[in-house]
Nanobody, 118 residues
């Protein structure tokens, strides 16, 4: 069973920056997609950023940057110009396609709290 462990969350002032880390128990190169999601109180979980195995990235917001270090089996989420509305639990997600029909296995981390407040 793959484990994803997030770290780096905490309290930051508006306008500040933060970098989250997600370290996998296995090789991140085995995943087709790795993503960051977030969930604020009373809201649905939403995609923040993703990076595909070929290196393609997608972002919900240009203030965020996703990157990876294959040697460390770690994916990062850089966040800048943070706003109070960025307050949420941030989750790491990994997806591995297992056959040509598109069946897949996916994994979630336990989440890390980010609070943006003065």
């Amino acid at each position: 069973q793959v484990q994803l462990v997030e770290s780096g969350g905490g309290l930051v002032q508006p306008g500040g920056s933060l970098r989250l880390s997600c370290t996998a128990s296995g090789r991140i190169t085995s995943f087709d997609v790795m993503s960051w999601y977030r969930q604020a109180p009373g809201k649905q979980r939403e995609l923040v950023a993703e990076i595909r195995s070929g290196g393609t990235t997608n972002y919900a917001d240009s203030r965020f940057t996703i990157s990876r270090d294959n040697a460390k089996n770690t994916v990062y989420l850089g966040m800048s110009s943070l706003k109070p509305e960025d307050t949420a639990v941030y989750y790491c997600y990994a997806k591995r396609v297992v056959n040509v029909e598109g069946a897949y296995r996916d994994f979630w981390g336990q989440g890390t709290q980010v609070t943006v407040s003065s």
